[in-house]
């Protein structure tokens, strides 16, 4: 039998962010992962970037994590939303920049280590199995972290704020507190008899690094396609196996799944003149570069994120298409509200597994995870058609956006995850 204040099932990006927050301010926590940990941070695992916006960065140094990830990190300085046009022609002539220098500093919490005073980018762009890697290192840091890999959790008899896991092997785990970090098919959100509202895509995201002659100079780029979303965000430079600097970029590229086999299936060369059909050639040619991956869409989110002695967190508490890129970033901003929860609950000597305690946490995080759900779900139907009427609007809104200084600096506070009722980690404070 292990006995355990929390019981974190599920160790992804959210669920070690989870531990190293909890096991940083002194709170016993068990962290439960099936896969193993090497294979996590082969390139072959994940092919997915995340942007990290900078509210999240803030609470990435806040749990002592960011300076594993910050050598792997390109800034976002600029981003750039375009609309285009059917067939890969006739894109329109209006767009939305943002511009990182256009924010007021002083408008901004927090500061970015080693960078007071200066104005911070909206956010970085690392490759997931970067994120993994420096999360597990600090883990490794925390004597009140238990990191077991390679193991499931086959069974939890919720008995209130005593709940008893099963592991794989055999082994109980008894803990003041479960909590559910294991994506949008979560099994604990199963266990605990807590449903879901599903609404599954008809595409897929094809995902994967490719090179470009030219730099990025840290452009995030979002071009709306009738059949959805096309971004290439820009990655850290590296070199290539003659020693060239190689630059480089990830792209999240929405299409109908019935064609993605195909694609898939072609050079890269080819697929090389897809994307550039599809992007244009302001970063000069484009090749894929390493493996390529396909991941079905769906929006996901649960009927409640709480019940005594259970929490939900990330996307097993809900997942939204990657349209905004903000996935990862609501899941921080969930362990960052969880987190300061506990973490004050547990210094008053508190049952931190109480609904008097976890209630605070499903208010202060509903509200705000609904409506990003429900903003990405809207973008991606307003933009994923090519009617004539619509395209209009679409070119009038981007125009007077543009023109809307006052709004447009609100949205760009959006996108950099410090709008709203912040925890303390977003604040750039300490729990």
Same mark, same amino acid.
């Given at each position: 039998?292990?006995?355990?204040?929390?019981?974190?099932?599920?160790?992804?990006?959210?669920?070690?962010?989870?531990? *190293?927050?909890?096991?940083?301010?002194?709170?016993?926590?068990?962290?439960?992962?099936?896969?193993?940990?090497?294979?996590? *941070?082969?390139?072959?695992?994940? @092919?997915?970037?995340?942007?990290?916006?900078?509210?999240? /960065?803030?609470?990435?140094?806040?749990?002592?994590?960011?300076?594993?990830?910050?050598?792997?990190?390109?800034?976002?300085?600029?981003?750039?939303?375009?609309?285009?046009?059917?067939? +890969?022609?006739?894109?329109?002539?209006?767009?939305? %920049?943002?511009?990182?220098?256009?924010?007021?500093? /002083?408008?901004?919490?927090?500061?970015?280590?080693?960078?007071?005073?200066?104005?911070?980018?909206?956010?970085?762009?690392?490759?997931?199995?970067?994120?993994?890697?420096?999360?597990?290192?600090?883990?490794?840091?925390?004597?009140?972290?238990?990191?077991?890999?390679?193991?499931?959790?086959?069974?939890?008899?919720?008995?209130?704020?005593?709940?008893?896991?099963?592991?794989?092997?055999?082994?109980?785990?008894?803990?003041?507190?479960?909590?559910?970090?294991?994506?949008?098919?979560?099994?604990?959100?199963?266990?605990?008899?807590?449903?879901? #509202?599903?609404?599954?895509?008809?595409?897929?995201?094809?995902?994967?690094?490719?090179?470009?002659?030219?730099?990025?100079? @840290?452009?995030?780029?979002?071009?709306?396609?009738?059949?959805?979303?096309? *971004?290439? =965000?820009?990655?850290?430079?590296?070199?290539?196996?003659?020693?060239?600097?190689? %630059?480089?970029?990830?792209?999240?590229?929405?299409?109908?799944?019935?064609?993605?086999?195909?694609?898939?299936?072609?050079?890269?060369?080819?697929?090389?003149?897809?994307?550039?059909?599809?992007?244009?050639?302001?970063?000069? #040619?484009?090749?894929?570069?390493?493996?390529?991956?396909?991941?079905?869409?769906?929006?996901?989110?649960?009927?409640?994120?709480?019940?005594?002695?259970?929490?939900?967190?990330?996307?097993?508490?809900?997942?939204?298409?990657?349209? *905004?890129?903000?996935? +990862?970033?609501?899941?921080?901003?969930?362990?960052?509200?969880?987190?300061?929860? =506990?973490?004050?609950?547990?210094?008053?000597?508190?049952?931190?597994?109480?609904?008097?305690?976890?209630?605070?946490?499903?208010?202060?995080?509903?509200?705000?995870?609904?409506?990003?759900?429900?903003?990405?779900?809207? =973008?991606?139907?307003?933009?994923?058609?090519?009617?004539?009427?619509?395209?209009?609007?679409?070119?009038?809104?981007f125009f007077l956006f543009n023109k809307a200084k006052p709004l447009k600096r609100v949205a760009m506070r959006h996108a950099m995850g410090i709008v709203g009722d912040l925890p303390r980690l977003v604040r750039g404070q300490r729990l």
């Open positions: 039998m292990l006995e355990t204040e929390v019981l974190i099932v599920g160790g992804g990006m959210v669920g070690m962010a989870m531990a *190293a927050a909890l096991g940083g301010a002194g709170i016993e926590t068990l962290l439960v992962e099936a896969e193993k940990l090497p294979d996590m *941070a082969e390139p072959g695992f994940d @092919g997915r970037s995340s942007a990290i916006a900078y509210g999240s /960065q803030q609470v990435l140094s806040g749990i002592g994590a960011w300076d594993y990830l910050a050598p792997a990190a390109e800034p976002i300085r600029d981003i750039r939303v375009s609309d285009g046009g059917w067939q +890969f022609r006739e894109a329109s002539p209006f767009f939305v %920049h943002y511009h990182f220098a256009d924010l007021q500093p /002083q408008t901004i919490p927090g500061t970015i280590p080693g960078a007071e005073g200066r104005q911070p980018p909206f956010g970085w762009i690392i490759e997931n199995r970067a994120v993994r890697q420096g999360l597990i290192r600090r883990l490794q840091e925390l004597p009140f972290v238990t990191h077991i890999a390679a193991m499931s959790v086959t069974a939890i008899d919720f008995q209130g704020t005593s709940n008893l896991a099963t592991l794989s092997d055999g082994r109980q785990v008894r803990a003041r507190l479960v909590i559910g970090a294991d994506g949008r098919q979560s099994a604990v959100r199963r266990m605990a008899g807590i449903g879901a #509202r599903e609404l599954g895509y008809k595409h897929s995201a094809i995902v994967c690094t490719v090179s470009h002659e030219l730099p990025h100079d @840290g452009v995030a780029h979002e071009h709306f396609l009738p059949i959805g979303p096309f *971004a290439m =965000l820009p990655m850290k430079d590296d070199v290539d196996e003659a020693g060239n600097i190689r %630059h480089r970029s990830s792209i999240v590229w929405t299409e109908d799944a019935r064609i993605i086999p195909m694609l898939l299936g072609l050079s890269d060369a080819d697929l090389g003149r897809e994307i550039e059909r599809r992007f244009g050639h302001t970063l000069g #040619r484009i090749r894929p570069i390493g493996p390529r991956f396909n991941y079905p869409l769906k929006m996901v989110l649960a009927d409640t994120y709480i019940k005594e002695g259970l929490a939900l967190t990330g996307d097993a508490a809900h997942g939204m298409h990657p349209i *905004a890129g903000q996935g +990862f970033n609501m899941g921080v901003r969930d362990v960052a509200a969880l987190a300061e929860k =506990l973490v004050d609950a547990h210094r008053l000597g508190l049952d931190i597994g109480s609904l008097a305690v976890l209630e605070g946490y499903a208010r202060w995080r509903r509200f705000d995870n609904l409506m990003m759900v429900l903003v990405t779900d809207g =973008l991606t139907r307003l933009f994923s058609n090519d009617l004539p009427p619509v395209r209009l609007l679409r070119d009038i809104g």
